[in-house]
């Protein structure tokens, strides 16, 4: 009895001679536009806009929700007369101060960290005590020890911003492969070079990610402590331009300086760190 043998061929090649076979295909214009992030952002804000305005025309009472139209005529008037830019400018100027200060002795907490079994030891009881430890809670305190202004709102923000950073940068530094430990090593790289010609550039989506949460942590400290400790610097920030308007029963006012809040966040968020991100992590192939 003799068998067919069928030899499977080991490469199969596709038929290229109908003429019919579309190769390419052009997106339509509704797949081009989906494409970019910044519109389909800019696509549920205007949804989330929507809804906040129609729920607002339902409720009826300005007093207790304004539409979105009403918040918008209120923020574009306070920042014609100045209000809105001057409240911004004081409370950015007490960020900042903060921010840097947190960052600088995250850096100095992590290297030692990074450096020594002690100061491993000293970053991990350090942040076990104060990073579940809410920084509203250090608010009397501060006022005891600083006064009301600007020293205690910045303590507030030092502790709010401190123990993210080094956490994460902390992390970052731990995962860091031991080749790439080794190999600067070899090239003779100790202490604070090999921090920052190894370490800092492999750990940087963590380091990256520890500055996001930490300046989060910071701006919504901003603004409770504004609201608590009112006047700073001898002028109020936003948080006292909502807290003075809550008071003074401008229920308009108080959504647009919520506005404003919300705005800032979105521009450091979607404009600062994501050009940072494109600059740094994407464009090194540590993040799509």
């Given at each position: ?46 949804v ?33 007369n ?26 100095i ?55 993210a ?8 530094f ?48 901003l ?66």
């Open positions: 009895m003799s068998e067919t043998l069928l030899l499977r061929p080991e490469i199969i090649k596709p038929d290229t001679t109908a003429g019919d076979v579309q190769v390419e295909a052009s997106l339509s214009w509704f797949e081009r536009i989906y494409g970019i992030g910044a519109v389909r952002k800019a696509f549920i804000l205007l989330l806009a929507g809804l906040w305005e129609a729920y607002g025309r339902w409720l009826g009472n300005p007093l207790l929700f304004p539409t979105f139209t009403e918040t918008l005529t209120a923020l574009i008037d306070n920042i014609a100045g209000v809105i830019p001057q409240r911004v400018l004081v409370s950015l100027q007490t960020l900042l101060i903060g921010y840097g200060i947190g960052i600088v002795l995250a850096a907490l992590t290297t030692l960290a990074i450096g020594s079994r002690l100061g491993a030891d000293l970053l991990e009881a350090l942040t076990s005590m104060f990073n579940p430890l809410p920084a509203i809670a250090l608010l009397p305190l501060a006022l005891i020890w600083f006064g009301l202004g600007q020293g205690s709102v910045i303590f507030v923000l030092v502790h709010s911003v401190l123990w950073i080094a956490l994460n940068t902390h992390s970052g731990r995962s860091v492969s031991n080749t790439m430990r080794m190999v600067g090593m070899n090239y003779g790289l100790r202490g604070l070079k090999l921090v920052r010609l190894i370490l800092i550039p492999a750990a940087f989506p963590a380091i990256l990610t520890g500055l996001k949460v930490g300046w989060a942590f910071a701006w919504r400290t603004i409770a402590a504004e609201l608590v400790f009112g006047v700073s610097s001898g002028s109020g920030g936003l948080g006292w331009f909502i807290f003075e308007n809550r008071n003074q029963l401008e229920t308009s006012n108080v959504f647009a300086g919520l506005l404003t809040v919300i705005l800032i966040g979105l521009i450091v968020e979607n404009v600062g760190f994501a050009t940072i991100e494109r600059k740094t992590v994407r464009r090194w192939g540590m993040q799509h």
